[in-house]
């Protein structure tokens, strides 16, 4: 496993090796300016804390006025939002995860104040406010006493007493980590085929905000592409020409010759005049026949709708108008 | 015993703000724990504030209030420098006086 951990830290390297090693032809170097509007954070050791100095007996004032509200005069306010007690209850079933019971760093603590805090005018705070409302804030926890003054030399020293509880035997700190959850795939029982047992109707993700031709951002890809749904076409009463193609009449009888069997006009000038020449047809058609016009039989067609079968009859009859 | 309150009096305008936060579990008596016995009720009572050996606060106590209370409250007539005490009785009997100077 460690051989993972290691191409991990070389794909690093190199990642950040590229960045200087190939040009691509954009942007420009950061200016040192931009660089340190970025370079926000405060580390552990401290780095990043800007001059300045603040007392916890100045910071009561300023706690009162801005973070009481919230937190609570003592910091006790509620689970959420309570930052001193909770030492020792990490590991019970209700944790209070507060400055003195969780934190490891009082560096964190005055970036977090500085950064975020108060809540409705996070980074309003100067140096010095922030560094007496951390000191307040870890003498409440009973860190630091109420005459300390803390400066960017002395914050980092403050030892908070979860210093050590931190821990990098989990899944998120360590390849060889415990994972939080343990990926048992199941594989029994598993379905032999799969069944669609519902769907979407056809268009509706691209019917779902609407018609997107109609939308006015011209710019929009889209734009000129409609996408009302398109509605199935109404049933249209198929033309009989159509209908003798679909059913293959067409390959036996031609309209006007005789192909295999007779041509269509063929039978509407015999059957010319019979009262029940459609009766009678429509029976030949259901049933099949033979010998009216030959020895070739004409094979039973009662698979055709009957409503079909009716059309195609009176279309012959009328002479097979185009 | 139980843990030290933490108390803070200041003069706000003419009168004296004094706010406490007191470390108790208050258990009301209702609560049952993991194997259904029910936890005993252990409540503070009573509580007393004084300053110069007058009471300024005396307040009787139930079950329903929570745990680790926090309490505020303002008097007349101390000035800055004097102390204020508090001190809690609870029903098994414990008792506690803290105090502190007014800022």
């Known amino acids: ?322 | 015993m139980s843990d030290p309150m933490r108390i803070r009096a200041s003069v706000v305008g003419d009168k004296v703000e004094v706010k406490v936060l007191m470390a108790h579990p208050m258990e009301s008596g209702l609560r049952k724990n993991a194997d259904g016995s029910i936890i005993p009720a252990h409540f503070i009572d009573r509580v007393v504030a004084s300053c110069k050996g007058k009471t300024v606060l005396a307040a009787d106590w139930g079950p329903a209030v929570s745990k680790n209370p926090y309490l505020s409250f303002r008097f007349s007539g101390a000035a800055k420098g004097d102390m204020v005490s508090v001190t809690w009785t609870d029903n098994k009997g414990d008792t506690r006086t803290d105090e502190a100077a007014i800022a």
């Open chain 1, 1 to 322: 496993m460690w051989k993972s951990e290691l191409a991990a830290a070389i794909l690093l390297t190199l990642a950040v090796g590229s960045v200087h090693a190939k040009d691509y032809g954009i942007g420009r170097p950061a200016t040192p300016g931009e660089i340190a509007a970025w370079d926000t954070d405060v580390r552990p050791d401290g780095l990043g804390l800007p001059k300045g100095k603040g007392s916890a007996a100045e910071g009561e004032p300023l706690y009162e006025a801005q973070c009481a509200s919230c937190h609570g005069s003592f910091g006790e306010s509620n689970d959420y939002m309570a930052i001193a007690g909770g030492v020792g209850t990490l590991k019970s079933d209700a944790p209070l995860r507060t400055v003195g019971s969780k934190l490891d760093y009082a560096t964190t603590l005055w970036d977090y104040i500085q950064r975020a805090m108060p809540f409705t005018a996070p980074k309003s705070l100067t140096a010095d406010q922030t560094y007496a409302i951390t000191a307040y804030v870890l003498h409440l926890s009973n860190i630091v006493p109420l005459d300390a003054v803390l400066d960017q030399n002395t914050l980092p020293q403050v030892k908070m007493p979860n210093r050590e509880g931190f821990t990098l035997k989990h899944g998120l700190g360590s390849v060889k980590g415990k994972p939080d959850v343990q990926n048992t795939a199941c594989m029994k029982d598993c379905e032999k085929t799969v069944k669609v047992r519902s769907e979407l109707p056809a268009d509706f993700t691209a019917s779902m905000y609407g018609d997107l031709s109609q939308d006015f951002r011209s710019i929009a890809t889209m734009s000129k592409v409609s996408t009302t749904p398109t509605k199935p076409a109404a049933a249209v009463a198929a033309s009989p020409a159509k209908l003798s193609a679909q059913y293959a009449c067409s390959a036996c009888h031609g309209i006007a010759n005789k192909v295999v069997g007779p041509g269509m006009r063929e039978i509407a000038a015999k059957y010319k005049g019979h009262a029940d020449a459609e009766a009678k047809l429509l029976a030949k058609l259901a049933a099949g026949g033979a010998g009216a016009w030959g020895s070739v039989p004409m094979p039973p067609q009662a698979h055709v709708p009957e409503a079909d079968r009716k059309t195609l009859i009176q279309w012959i009859l009328a002479g097979a108008p185009d």
